[in-house]
T-cell receptor
Framework: GAVVSQHPSRVICKSGTSVKIECRSL??????MFWYRQFPKQSLMLMAT?????????EQGVEKDKFLINHASLTLSTLTVTSAHPEDSSFYIC?????????????FGPGTRLTVT | RKEVEQDPGPFNVPEGATVAFNCTYS??????FFWYRQDCRKEPKLLMS???SGNEDGRFTAQLNRASQYISLLIRDSKLSDSATYLC???????????FGTGTRLTIIP
């Protein structure tokens, strides 16, 4: 199956700093990538849809100025958590769509565990 | 009402038993249905897509009931390695965004 990587896998940062997370599709091109967040014992919550070459589309309640998304190429999307606070500590997971004919499959990256102290 | 609802469990099932999960969805425009598996502190991985006619993959069988808007997953001859959280996932045709249920936690007991 298709492979999606994320970097870093784990990051600990101090409150007020910014953290950048990279999501890469390794063996296919992805015009659309998604960013999710998962708090402990909760479901994945979609944060935003990242579109190559255009602005990201954010879900209701997600601050676009706090979670900056850049999808500069067909294989790379980045999520920057600006001025991180302890409540931003979470498991951030990206996914990329691989289209095959009229169907598609969504492949997930291994996730980035962010801890803000 | 949540868009995708699942019984969170936990389900503690002896090895070799058969276990079934159900999931209901609220958006009647939903066209894509999946079961994902998520291990602790890992990303979700696609277990199987769910088709209108139902589909089977080894010990796993998925069914879709559009009239009642629910999806089921049956696991036969359960193995210890089946222990995980099973996520019911629904998508709307033409829109690749997926909506995840909260997951059903399954533990297979030796």
């Amino acid at each position: 199956g298709a492979v999606v990587s994320q970097h870093p896998s784990r990051v600990i940062c101090k409150s007020g700093t910014s953290v950048k997370i990279e999501c890469r599709s390794l063996d296919f091109q992805a015009t659309t990538m998604f960013w999710y967040r998962q708090f402990p014992k909760q479901s994945l919550m979609l944060m935003a849809t990242s579109n190559e070459g255009s602005k990201a589309t954010y879900e209701q309640g997600v601050e676009k100025d706090k979670f900056l998304i850049n999808h500069a190429s067909l294989t790379l999307s980045t999520l920057t958590v600006t001025s991180a606070h302890p409540e931003d500590s979470s498991f951030y997971i990206c996914s990329a769509i691989q289209i095959a004919g009229e169907s598609y499959e969504q492949y997930f990256g291994p996730g980035t565990r962010l801890t803000v102290t | 009402r949540k868009e995708v609802e699942q019984d969170p469990g936990p389900f503690n099932v002896p090895e070799g038993a058969t276990v079934a999960f159900n999931c209901t969805y609220s958006n009647s425009a939903s066209q894509s249905f999946f079961w994902y598996r998520q291990d602790c502190r890992k990303e979700p991985k696609l277990l199987m897509s769910v088709y209108s006619s139902g589909n089977e993959d080894g010990r796993f069988t998925a069914q879709l009931n559009r009239a009642s808007q629910y999806i089921s997953l049956l696991i036969r001859d359960s193995k210890l390695s089946d222990s995980a959280t099973y996520l019911c996932v629904v998508g709307v045709f033409g829109n690749e965004k997926l909506t995840f249920g909260t997951g059903t936690r399954l533990t297979i007991i030796p």
